[in-house]
């Protein structure tokens, strides 16, 4: 197995050579821009890594890979308009330097891409792939509805909360590592080891995100400290505070939720402090830990080599913050 570096190169390369055509100017010249902007890659990368694991040509991947960066891009294309995002990825967003029409426009056409370089993967297992991409592509949507939904209630649970995310975001993950499997001809025991993998990496993962918006660096975070604070963002935490705050806490949290007028500097640091002394905090960090060790006995599951196990677990490990 190849190291993460020399895989993200492999995609950062191929991405850099997507033949984008000249005209209409408009619709093409955003997603280009979108695309450059980087990011971790890690989609792309767990199929290129599961493909290899499993005795797959790594070349032949890079569509299906291809096909998911894509994707994940598009529906951030569509989160930003829906947010009202100025920034993504330390740049300016595609609605703010063009307009939204041009962002949903672009947002569109990059699905289409997508399901072109999905479409191309031609073998034994092409059909299951595309199945596994249309069904991915709706249980993405279905949490983004979710999302939007809870902005609207406050009574959200922490198990609808984790269902949520498992739709909006970690669903991409089991994907990617799936497709990888399955263009390299796994066996279904193994091709749906590592979905369940892929899924509870992606769990740890944006949970961890959560905790890095409260507690994050922002010079490592990629993005303002304090943003789902400011936003009132149903997170694991936000949910588990106000499921656990009581009296003056309770008054406090309330207060914070629903004042217009508190400045950014003052509610991140007050709802923190409420996190802190409610035990939010230490209630995330057994979150990640629980769906990381899910992730981690998934892949010890695996039929395959045990460097690359190896490689699989301190990946999950990176990504959920842990060291061990």
Aim: aromatic share 8%.
């Amino acid at each position: 197995m190849k190291t993460f570096q020399e895989y993200l190169d492999i995609i950062n390369k191929a991405i850099a050579e997507i033949p984008y055509p000249e005209s209409p100017r408009q619709l093409y010249e955003p997603i280009a821009y979108h695309m450059a902007l980087g990011g971790k890659r890690i989609r792309p990368v767990l199929v290129l890594m599961a493909c290899d694991a499993m005795g797959g040509s790594v070349d032949v991947a890079v569509d299906a890979a291809l096909g998911i960066e894509m994707f994940h891009n598009f529906t951030l294309l569509h989160d930003d308009v829906m947010d009202n995002a100025d920034v993504r990825r330390g740049k300016t967003t595609v609605h703010r330097r063009w307009n939204a029409n041009t962002a949903i426009l672009s947002g569109d056409t990059m699905l289409t891409i997508a399901t072109q370089y999905i479409a191309r993967m031609d073998g034994r297992n092409s059909r299951a792939l595309m199945d596994l991409f249309n069904k991915t592509a709706i249980e993405i949507y279905e949490g983004q509805q979710w999302d939007m939904d809870y902005e609207e209630r406050d009574n959200v649970t922490v198990d609808e909360y984790i269902n949520m995310i498992r739709l909006k975001t970690s669903v991409l993950l089991g994907c990617a590592l799936k497709s990888g499997a399955l263009v390299a001809g796994a066996d279904n025991a193994n091709v749906e080891l590592f979905y369940e993998a892929g899924v509870n990496m992606g769990l740890a993962f944006q949970l961890r995100d959560d905790q890095l918006d409260v507690w994050g660096d922002p010079e490592t975070f990629g993005k303002e400290i304090g943003g789902d604070i400011m936003n009132n963002k149903k997170t694991f935490l936000l949910i588990n505070a106000m499921r656990l705050a009581q009296g003056d806490d309770a008054d406090e949290l309330r207060h914070w939720l629903n004042d217009p007028f508190a400045t950014r500097e003052d509610k991140v640091r007050g709802v923190t402090a409420l996190y802190e002394r409610l035990g939010v905090r230490q209630l995330a960090e057994e979150a990640i830990a629980h769906y990381n060790d899910l992730a981690v006995a998934a892949f010890n599951r695996i039929v395959m080599p045990d460097r690359d196990k190896q490689a699989f677990i301190a990946l999950t490990n990176k990504l959920a913050g842990r060291n061990n």
